[in-house]
């Protein structure tokens, strides 16, 4: 079987704190209360019609540091090793990144965001809207997340996978 082959465009850039992949939280849910700023193209401004409807955003996002991919990992939470699909690790064979973060206000071709675990500079290559009936489910299994998850508010991220 072929696999295709795809091109992105990115749409603007997530400006946030963190400026070195080291000492960044590692997921939003451990970010809370840290303000960014989502800045977009201003060719892709309409696409932002109505979005102030909403309280909480996914940002889909160039891992842009990443610069190589493995397909097993040691990921932040845990000291055993994992294939890449079953983590949320960097190091993936299409680094994209994906956060849920708190929309504060739009301005203009602009976006205020908070809980953001981003670093400065992130390309960014689409935002969706959050939608409790689409995006959460009661019966949901986290595999070997089960047990790690007390020490997320600690845990950082460090440069093995950047550079």
Known sequence: ????????????????????????????????????????????????????????LWLLYWLHQVKS??????PFLDRQE?????????????PIGLSLVRLM????NCLL??????LDGTPLLDIKPYVPAFDSTSDARIGWFAGKLEDLGQARADARFAR
Do not use: C, K
């Open 1 to 56: 079987m072929e696999y295709a082959s795809v091109r992105l465009e990115t749409i603007g850039v997530i400006r946030s704190p963190h400026v070195d992949p080291a000492g960044m939280p590692i997921q939003p849910s451990a970010a809370v209360g840290v303000q960014g700023r989502i800045e977009l193209d201003p060719r892709f401004e309409a696409g932002l019609r109505d979005i102030d409807g909403f309280s909480h």
């Open 69 to 74: 991919s493995q397909l097993t990992v040691v």
């Open 105 to 108: 206000r739009r301005e203009g």
């Open 113 to 118: 965001v908070e809980n953001l675990d981003v």
């Open 82 to 94: 994992h294939g890449i699909f079953a983590t949320r690790a960097p190091p993936r064979p299409n």
